[in-house]
Structure formats: C-alpha cells, structure tokens
C-alpha cells in the first residue's frame, strides 16, 4: 500500500491547478507545466490542497507516482530546479555563446550543446555550469546529457561531473 498516495500536496499562493478530462495543468509564478491525466487516478482540489485517490488497489501505486509527480510539478512552478556541474581537467572550460553552451572538454573541437525550450543555462565560472528550469526531469536529463559529453574518469577524475558527485578513483599501474 502506497503511503505517498494518502499525502495531500499542499498548493501554495499564486498556483492555480486546473483539471482538465484528459490533462492536468499547474500555473505559478514561474510558468506552466502540464501531466497526461492517467486512468483511475482522481484528483480533486479543496481550500488549496490537492488530494489524489485510486479508482481500485491496483493503482494505488501508481497513485503514489502521480503525487509525486504533480507535488514536483508545483514545486518547480514556484521555486524551479536547479543542477550544477563541474568541469575538472586542465583546459577544460564551460562559455556561453548566446543561449548556447559552448564546451571545451580536450576535443580537437568545442562541444556546443544548444538549451532546449524551458531551460536556461549559465557559467558563474569557466568550471562551472548551472542548469535551470521549472520541469525536474527536463532538467536532470540536459545536466545528464552535457555529463555524457565527458563523464569523469576514474584515476585522475578529469571530465563534468554534478556538483559534489564522489568520483570512486584507482590507484594506477606499478612497476
């Protein structure tokens, strides 16, 4: 039994939840994110609190799913997601270039990745890249994709790595 369904999620000043026959679509500050409505999976909105509840057992944990879902959903309308990468290796820097990121990772050519829509990127340092946007898995997917580019190497830990990642190393070769 999903405990995560029964938690009502609580919708704070200035966020509107409407529910629509096939959508669900929340409305903040920061803009708006919508959600496929998924079958058997009620949703209802009293005094700013949105309960969710399950038509029979079976989807009760995918009730959880969705309340987890549509509680990011208004957190990231109100306050937004952030990621931040670091980039560590000599020569390894992180510009913009306009709304694109251009990337210099020990390539013969800089890496340019180009933001998707809901997305802004920014370098507060040449080794420093920050990913922002109000969809959580938007922006863990664009922060995972700019890692893949040059994921960290185990023995002298050079490439973009998420800020405070552990990167496990190796000792090398002995003579």
Request: glycine letters at 10%; charged letters at 25%.
């Amino acid at each position: 039994m999903s405990r995560v369904a029964k938690k009502p999620v609580n919708l704070p000043k200035g966020v509107e939840l409407n529910i629509q026959p096939e959508s669900v679509s929340v409305k903040g500050p920061k803009g708006t994110l919508s959600l496929a409505k998924v079958a058997g999976v009620e949703i209802s909105v009293n005094d700013g609190v949105a309960t969710l509840a399950a038509s029979n057992d079976e989807l009760v944990a995918l009730t959880g799913t969705v309340r987890a879902i549509l509680a990011n959903m208004v957190k990231g309308v109100t306050d937004g997601f952030e990621r931040k990468l670091e980039l560590v290796g000599v020569g390894y820097r992180a510009t913009m270039q306009g709304k694109d990121l251009s990337l210099a990772l020990g390539f013969s050519h800089p890496v340019v990745y180009v933001a998707p829509e809901g997305i802004t990127l920014s370098t507060p340092t040449q080794t420093e890249i920050l990913v922002q946007g109000t969809d959580k898995q938007l922006v863990g997917e664009v922060a995972a994709k700019i890692r893949a580019y040059r994921k960290p190497e185990p023995y002298k830990g050079k490439g973009v790595k998420y800020a405070g990642e552990v990167i496990i190393r190796k000792e090398a070769k002995k003579a």
